[in-house]
């Protein structure tokens, strides 16, 4: 059986990933998606569920969609 990952750490460690190939700091992934970073932080930590809209604006925010950003990573 696969083990699965809570939402928010799968969000939080594809957004780091994708906000490092995009050489993005989180303050200006959460500038673009028009939240402060302490939401984005709360956000990657569990500590705030955002709303689709939400998450599509911070996918947007690092150049990919909301289902990359969700995808869990595949480690075969």
Known sequence: M???RPVHEVLAAN?????FEQ???LEAVAL???ISLERLQAICA???DP????VHR???AVGVTSSELLAEPNYN
Request: charged residues 25%; aromatic residues 8%.
């Open 23 to 25: 050489n993005l700091t």
């Open 51 to 54: 709303d689709l809209d939400l």
């Open 46 to 48: 569990g500590e705030f």
């Open 58 to 60: 911070i996918a947007h």
């Open 2 to 4: 696969i083990e699965r």
């Open 15 to 19: 957004l780091h990933r994708f906000a």
């Open 32 to 34: 673009a998606a028009g």
